[in-house]
């Protein structure tokens, strides 16, 4: 099993004399930037000057630097920026400022796991990643608790890395939810492989061939939305809520018995051994040299991908209910 840390096994005292720079002011930088000033610690931001962040969090009453005089302030650096920017970033605007003692946080191993950052041999490398958008993170930190998250230490330098991560944790509201200790390494694969195989991939690739094959079966696209797509959220929330046990109380008998004989069925063992070697893509390096070729290429493929989508008929009548329906606006 693995360690989960609370509040109680946390302190503030080593962060809270120190200066923290949050590069980048998206979702998850804005988030975490406002819940560590809620909880009484000096942060300041680094974005891109004049830009729309700049803007936004000069309005919400932050410090805000270059991405260079902020990392050079600096006590902590938060990398919160888009993983494929944060080599480039890192190497022209932050290398330079990583100076004996500092302390560089990420919320995502990717760019330190695959070898895109090398931080110098002094400095503390840690992760602290919350497992929510960064909206929720805020949302619940207010509400006075907070969403669970992960912490591990690359680079242990002064002795005290775990420390800081667990105060950073902290901070962000993350001990009330309970924060799990990893490793870059285990954070980063399954991150990759639970996305690819089930969270986005798995999930749109069954969305999709279930609207189709009811589509094809003479069945309105309307209905088939409902059945393959609108509903899906429904019992995804009954899975958050209660677990798979659960949510299978709270449905039909009828769609108990269908659900459980038909299901493995269609996901079988032909598709487990696809996520395998996906995950073995994962480990071996394959997936990150090519996902980092596709970016350094322009990102053509992804371009045309994401235009597929977006005129797959379940989009076109997904965008339909939605609007008339309310729930998109």
Same mark, same amino acid.
Not at 44 to 49: E, K, S
Not at 59 to 65: A, L
Not at 196 to 214: A, H, M, N, R, W
Not at 257 to 283: C, F, S, W
């Given at each position: 099993m693995v360690k989960i840390y609370f509040d109680k096994d946390a302190s503030l005292d080593l962060i809270k004399d120190k200066t923290i720079a949050v590069i980048g002011y998206g979702s998850q930088g804005h988030a975490q930037?406002?819940? #560590?000033?809620?909880?009484? @610690?000096?942060?300041?931001? =680094? *974005?891109?000057?004049?830009?729309?962040?700049?803007?936004?969090?000069?309005?919400?009453?932050?410090?805000?630097?270059?991405?260079?005089e902020a990392a050079e302030r600096a006590d902590v650096i938060f990398m919160l920026i888009p993983d494929m920017i944060q080599p480039s970033v890192y190497k022209e605007k932050i290398a330079p400022h990583m100076s004996e003692g500092k302390t560089l946080d990420f919320a995502h191993g990717f760019n330190i796991h695959f070898k895109q950052i090398v931080p110098p041999k002094n400095v503390d490398v840690i992760m602290v990643a919350p497992k929510s958008p960064? *909206?929720? &993170?805020?949302?619940? +930190?207010?509400?006075?608790? $907070?969403?669970?998250? &992960?912490?591990?230490?690359? !680079?242990?330098?002064? =002795?005290?890395?775990?420390?800081?991560?667990?105060?950073?944790?902290?901070?962000?509201?993350?001990?009330?939810?309970?924060? #799990?200790?990893?490793?870059?390494?285990?954070?980063?694969?399954?991150? &990759?492989? $639970?996305? !690819?195989?089930?969270?986005?991939?798995?999930?749109?690739? %069954?969305?999709?061939?279930?609207?189709?094959? %009811?589509?094809?079966? =003479? +069945?309105?696209?309307?209905?088939?939305?409902?059945?393959?797509?609108?509903?899906?959220?429904?019992? #995804?929330?009954?899975?958050?809520?209660?677990?798979?046990?659960? #949510? @299978?109380?709270?449905?039909?008998?009828?769609?108990?018995? $269908?659900?459980?004989?038909?299901?493995?069925?269609?996901?079988?063992?032909?598709?487990?051994?696809?996520?395998?070697?996906?995950?073995? +893509?994962? !480990?071996?390096?394959?997936?990150?040299?090519e996902w980092i070729e596709e970016h350094r290429t322009g990102e053509k493929n992804l371009k045309r991908l994401m235009e597929e989508i977006e005129k797959h008929p379940l989009e076109k009548v997904g965008r339909f209910i939605r609007k008339t329906s309310g729930i998109q606006k």
């Open positions: 930037a406002q819940n #560590m000033r809620d909880s009484e @610690l000096n942060v300041i931001i =680094g *974005v891109r000057p004049e830009g729309a962040s700049w803007k936004k969090a000069m309005k919400d009453g932050f410090e805000v630097y270059p991405i260079s960064g *909206v929720r &993170l805020r949302e619940t +930190y207010k509400e006075g608790f $907070g969403v669970p998250a &992960l912490i591990a230490v690359y !680079q242990d330098w002064s =002795g005290r890395a775990k420390e800081t991560a667990l105060a950073v944790a902290k901070a962000l509201g993350c001990t009330r939810a309970g924060v #799990m200790e990893t490793t870059f390494k285990d954070e980063t694969e399954s991150d &990759l492989i $639970g996305e !690819q195989t089930v969270l986005v991939g798995g999930l749109v690739e %069954l969305i999709k061939s279930g609207f189709e094959v %009811l589509v094809e079966n =003479g +069945y309105p696209s309307e209905l088939a939305y409902f059945e393959a797509c609108n509903e899906a959220k429904l019992i #995804m929330d009954l899975i958050y809520e209660k677990g798979i046990t659960g #949510m @299978l109380r709270a449905v039909s008998d009828t769609a108990k018995y $269908g659900g459980l004989t038909v299901g493995p069925k269609i996901i079988d063992k032909h598709v487990k051994e696809n996520m395998r070697r996906a995950a073995e +893509y994962v !480990q071996n390096g394959g997936f990150a040299k």
